[in-house]
């Protein structure tokens, strides 16, 4: 867009026309700023890879796990705990707001604080993390996950 300029009039100039008409670019030139930054995301891309750090880690087998030995407490979350809320401690069916009471009975005469919780395959992990939350209350030290084997039905 051309710019307007107003002309001063000096004292003894004749009087010219009032305006100038001068062409400024105001354009920025985009082409080398594309350049520059695709040879910027060239080189982060090629530098991200190198700059991520990882722990190596060994993950357990189970595959040949060592029985428990003593009596265990078993906490099954069956899939019907979605609607009643309802798990089971052995073959005892349990409410879960009286879970922490009862698993704090059956603890007082075990040598060991250990439970094991056996959940559906189809309950939901927030489901099985609400009963660990209330066996942790009820004073268990280690809550084990029971899980089967590869190839058992």
Same mark, same amino acid.
């Given at each position: 867009?051309?710019?307007? %300029? ?17 062409? !400024?670019?105001? #354009? $920025?030139?985009?082409?080398? &700023? !594309?350049?520059?930054?695709?040879? &910027?995301?060239?080189? /982060? ?9 990882? /722990? ?14 003593? #009596?265990?407490? /078993? ?11 309802? !798990? ?18 059956? &603890?007082? =005469?075990?040598? =060991?604080?250990?439970? /094991?919780?056996? +959940?559906?395959?189809?309950? %939901?992990? %927030? ?11 009820? +004073?268990? %030290?280690?809550?084990? $996950?029971?899980?089967? &084997?590869?190839? #058992?039905?």
């Amino acid at each position: 867009m051309p710019k307007l %300029q107003a002309l001063e009039s000096g004292a003894g100039h004749r009087r010219s026309r009032g305006r100038r008409v001068s062409t !400024v670019l105001a #354009e $920025i030139n985009v082409v080398p &700023l !594309v350049d520059v930054m695709l040879v &910027l995301l060239i080189i /982060f891309m090629v530098a991200a890879p190198m700059m991520q750090r990882g /722990f190596d880690v060994n993950l357990p087998v189970a595959r040949r796990a060592e029985p428990k030995e003593g #009596e265990r407490i /078993f906490v099954n979350v069956p899939l019907a705990y979605r609607t009643n809320k309802i !798990v089971y401690i052995g073959d005892k069916a349990v409410r879960i707001e009286v879970l922490t009471e009862r698993v704090r009975q059956e &603890l007082l =005469t075990k040598p =060991t604080k250990d439970v /094991f919780l056996r +959940g559906d395959g189809a309950v %939901q992990l %927030q489901e099985l993390m609400d009963v660990m939350d209330r066996l942790k209350d009820a +004073g268990v %030290q280690k809550v084990g $996950i029971v899980a089967k &084997l590869p190839g #058992e039905r």
